[in-house]
């Protein structure tokens, strides 16, 4: 396995010392990392799982409107970033690891390197229950 | 190819008759192979290889691993620059904001410098580098981002099948995640891995680190860490803090190494050695 680039690691290292929720993506979207709130909220450990490819934890992570309905990838904002290399933000419902529905808000945004590198993209979310 | 070292001390220049053995000057490297001259930065070393280079050459390659003064402090003072006859490349890392030529020119200029690029006899001809691949001669070079304050390369050198790898300032414990377990998520290991050289920061004792931390630079005990990670065949541990005396360098690679069994050659570098492969 290739080393991943310099922005990637410190990304990593950075999300590693948050107390918010995060993850990484690289450019296809397959999940590089996710820290320790983050595990709290998938139910999963990032030692045991490692890293995944977008198709196994898209499983994984299922997003909903507020009436239950799955959302289309396009709506999300870590896939908008993805796709238009700009940040996105929005809100969303997950069901978390006591399989209780809770509304979170994500904040996605591109990761370039210098001099103009597109790497990948990093997401925060946090509880966000309506008023 | 022949590689010998003009200057390893890491900062600030640090001559002075504490300083005899491993040198004062700060980083330059130069690597031969016939006709074709690479130099590794530009710190005041670069000024003694100036003055004693084979008249015969006419075109040199400078790559530069960052513009930290350290780093840069040489190029006015280097002999060449100043000869019509000589061409010379300079290679950096290329930044978001401004180009390389801008920032080099920020050295060659008022209050810094009296002499402006625009002056020297032939403008040197400046390449930008990120993720870069190339040939010089019969050198392929690879650079890479790096963990170091401001953009940082390091260079990893083929010459047939000989590897060097150069990373003189790099801070390894902020530049990867499970230090030193996890290859894929180690800043620099592209640019090291199974070298038969690495010249790599170790600016510091383990104490002194911990009170420097951000710094950009790394422990000796990282650093060997990293070269058996990367499974090279020598360090040539590079950058001394310039407050270390010899008898200081000699204390802390003994406390480093004693008692342990390394598959590898380690050192601190030393100003005047020189290498062949």
């Known amino acids: ?131 | 190819m022949k590689v010998k070292v003009w200057g390893c001390r890491g900062s600030l220049p640090a001559p002075g008759p504490e300083n005899i053995s491993y040198g004062g000057n700060t980083s330059c490297l130069e690597i031969r192979d016939g006709d074709t001259l690479l130099v590794l930065d530009a710190g005041s070393g670069i000024q003694r290889l100036g003055r004693f280079l084979d008249k015969k050459v006419k075109v040199i390659h400078i790559l530069l691993t960052h513009l930290h003064i350290d780093h840069t402090m040489g190029l006015g003072f280097f002999a060449p620059l100043y000869n019509p006859d000589v061409e010379v490349h300079l290679y950096g890392p290329s930044s978001s904001s401004e180009s390389l030529l801008n920032r080099i020119r920020k050295y060659f200029s008022a209050p810094l410098f009296p002499v402006r690029l625009a002056d020297l006899p032939n403008h040197p001809v400046i390449h930008e580098l990120d993720q870069s691949e190339f040939e010089i001669g019969p050198f392929r070079i690879k650079s890479e981002f790096i963990c170091h304050p401001g953009p940082t390369l390091g260079y990893r050198i083929q010459h047939g099948a000989n590897v060097l790898a150069y990373m003189p300032d790099h801070e390894l414990q902020l530049g990867s995640a499970n230090f030193p377990l996890d290859p894929e998520w180690t800043s620099g290991f592209e640019i090291a891995v199974k070298a038969d050289l690495l010249f790599h920061d170790g600016a510091y004792s383990f104490s002194q680190y911990e009170q420097k931390v951000g710094w950009g630079h790394s422990a000796v005990r990282d650093t060997i860490q990293f070269a058996q990670l990367c499974q090279v065949k020598k360090l040539s541990i590079f950058h001394h803090e310039p407050t270390n005396t010899d008898e200081q360098l000699d204390e802390i690679l003994r406390r480093n190494v004693e008692g342990k069994t390394f598959g590898f050659e380690i050192e601190m570098c030393k100003e005047g050695s020189v290498y062949e492969f």
């Open chain 1, 1 to 131: 396995m290739p080393a991943q680039s310099l922005e990637l690691i410190l990304g990593r290292q950075f999300m590693d010392s948050l107390s918010i929720p995060g993850f990484l993506v690289d450019t296809e979207g397959n999940l590089l990392f996710y820290n320790e709130s983050a595990e709290e909220v998938f139910g999963l450990k990032f030692g045991e799982t490692g890293g995944m490819r977008v198709e196994e934890w898209a499983t994984i992570f299922t997003p909903m409107d507020a009436q239950g309905k799955l959302l289309p990838p396009e709506s999300l904002p870590l896939v908008q970033t993805l796709q238009s290399k700009i940040p996105a933000h929005g809100s969303m419902y997950i069901n978390n690891l006591n399989r209780e529905r809770i509304r979170i808000t994500v904040t996605a945004f591109p990761i370039i390197g210098r001099p103009d590198r597109y790497l990948g993209a990093m997401a925060m979310f946090w509880k966000s229950e309506l008023p």
